[in-house]
């Protein structure tokens, strides 16, 4: 059995970063735990008991905790000249 945990996913869009790059997002992931456990089934002198009655422990094989994971992706500008004129009214 896998169990993960995330905390907070931010995502951030831009559309314009310089004349040769435009459009692009970007996203941040804090505290990614992802765990993986190992059931023990509890075993009767006599064999296994009956499946309801039988009980078992779950034991944590191995987990990987990841801080922060930032991803940046971004589109090449399909035009120079955009650079020039983005919010040209608004500056």
């Given at each position: 059995m896998f169990a993960h945990q995330t905390g907070a996913l931010r995502l951030a869009t831009c559309n314009l970063h310089t004349a040769a790059v435009g459009e692009g997002i970007s996203a941040v992931l804090q505290d990614v735990?992802?765990?993986q456990f190992i059931e023990q089934q509890e075993v009767a002198r006599?064999?296994?008991p009956p499946?309801?009655?039988?009980?078992?422990?779950?034991?944590?094989a191995g987990s990987v905790t990841f801080?922060?994971?930032t991803a940046d992706v971004a589109l090449a500008a399909d035009h120079p000249a955009?650079?020039?004129?983005?919010d040209t009214k608004t500056k």
């Open positions: 735990v992802i765990a006599l064999g296994l499946p309801l009655l039988r009980r078992s422990h779950w034991l944590e801080n922060l994971i955009k650079y020039e004129l983005h």
